[in-house]
């Protein structure tokens, strides 16, 4: 069994991913590491020079080969549970955990953190609030999917593994 981390970009998913992943003993993996490795090219260049469609096709084979692993938490990109077929892979092979945060919460990361993020380079500050709203809107029915949804502003990290630690023992796995 796996535990998959899904959310918007900027929600935390690597970072909190690999402090749960500690705290269980399990493996880490990260789906947009995974995707450059495979592609010897990064995310933002893959999305560049290929296009959007290439990435979700490198992200789905991903998801594929790393849902093989058992006991690894797996943070996965923003896009990668808005398709059937991603969702079908993850429920199949193990749970998925929704970090859910409010739009200024996710803006203000996103405004701090220096990662690239291709689908909003073209983004300017200002729009960054509506543009957000409305990829988050439209994702909101794929994400709400998850076996268990994580208050990603107040609950601590401690909280959240707890809560992922019973999900896991409820379904089956061991830890
Ligand atoms: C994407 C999110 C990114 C990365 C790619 C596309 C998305 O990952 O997979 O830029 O569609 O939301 P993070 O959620 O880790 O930023």
């Not at 808005?82 to 739009?103: D, F, H, I, K, Y």
Request: hydrophobic content about 40%; charged content about 30%.
């Amino acid at each position: 069994m796996n535990i998959y981390l899904i959310g918007f970009m900027g929600s935390g998913k690597s970072t909190a991913g690999k402090r749960i992943a500690s705290s269980l003993r399990w493996s880490f993996a990260d789906i947009d590491r995974l995707v450059e490795e495979s592609e010897g090219e990064s995310v933002s260049v893959i999305f560049t020079r290929r296009g959007e469609r290439y990435f979700r096709e490198a992200e789905s084979a991903a998801l594929r080969a790393v849902s093989e692993r058992s006991r690894t938490v797996i943070a996965c990109g923003g896009g990668t549970p808005c398709s059937q077929e991603n969702l079908q892979v993850m429920a199949s092979t193990g749970v998925t955990v929704w970090l859910r945060l409010p739009v200024k919460e996710i803006t203000e990361r996103l405004r701090r953190s220096h990662n690239i993020r291709p689908l909003l380079a073209d983004t300017m500050d200002s729009e960054l609030d509506t543009t957000v709203t409305r990829l988050l809107e439209s994702r909101e029915c794929w994400y709400e999917k998850a076996d268990l949804v994580i208050d990603g502003v107040n609950d601590t990290i401690e909280d959240i593994t707890v809560k992922v630690a019973a999900l896991v023992r409820e379904r089956g796995g061991y830890l």
